[in-house]
């Protein structure tokens, strides 16, 4: 598929555990996004990456979150010791620089 | 500060009506962009629209069109014709950014748009 592509669909955590996102923008594509979204609610900004480099990460709500993208491709969002406020949909985007967001189906996050 | 607001939380027609989804902002940059986005329940939220804060024309593309107004700070949305495939969460935005109009986007709450059959 030629698409953003984000796993796991679902993830259920209890409270306390470490959970791991990922997200495989489409090839070639520079700048990748993180959103969080609550329901009935607009996405939130997370987190910004132009290739590898992590330009901003101001949206991150505690140190709890962490994101990498390493090869600057693959992303992956990570969130320790999980609390019931983190659950939400996550959501990954890609762009080249200044076009339009694709976005991925999300990861719907619920902590029990 | 900016913001966006969609006062419309939810709109019901029924098929083949016409119907306005409308988007409020707030800035004070005089370059800004502004975008619309489609959620249908499949949760993908999808590209329709971005404008630059110069380009006040007013756009139609198929059924879809868009009604910029800075001087009420309004772009709202129009579906002409409306059918049930239309049905999803529609998403107005902001971006004042320069390098990548997509960086630090604002969004409203969203107005969720049913069209009944």
């Known amino acids: 598929g030629a698409g953003v592509s984000q796993s796991p669909r679902y993830k259920v955590a209890k409270r306390g555990q470490d959970v791991a996102l990922r997200c495989d923008p489409i090839?070639?594509?520079?700048?990748l996004f993180w959103y969080q979204q609550a329901l009935g609610q607009g996405p939130e900004f997370l987190t910004y990456?132009?290739?590898?480099?992590?330009?901003?990460k101001s949206g991150l709500p505690s140190d709890r979150f962490f994101a990498e993208r390493p090869e600057g491709s693959v992303s992956t969002l990570k969130i320790q010791r999980t609390q019931q406020e983190d659950s939400a949909v996550y959501l990954c985007a890609s762009s080249p620089t200044g076009s339009p967001l694709h976005f991925g189906n999300g990861t719907r996050l619920t902590v029990t | 500060a900016q913001k966006v607001t969609q006062a419309q939380t939810e709109i019901s027609v029924v098929e083949k009506e016409d119907v306005t989804l409308d988007c409020v902002y707030e800035?004070?940059?005089?370059?800004?962009?502004l975008f619309w986005y489609k959620q249908p329940p499949s949760g993908e939220l999808v590209f329709l629209i971005r404008r630059n804060s110069f380009d006040e024309q007013n756009e139609i593309s198929g059924r879809y069109s868009w009604n910029f107004q800075k001087s009420t700070s309004s772009f709202n949305f129009t579906i002409t014709a409306s059918q049930v495939v239309d049905s999803a969460v529609y998403f107005c935005a902001l971006s004042e950014a320069s390098f990548d109009s997509n960086y630090q986007l604002i969004w409203g709450a969203g107005t969720k748009l049913i069209i009944k059959p």
């Open positions: 990456f132009q290739n590898e480099a992590q330009l901003d």
């Open positions: 090839s070639g594509h520079v700048s």
């Open positions: 800035t004070r940059d005089t370059t800004y962009y």
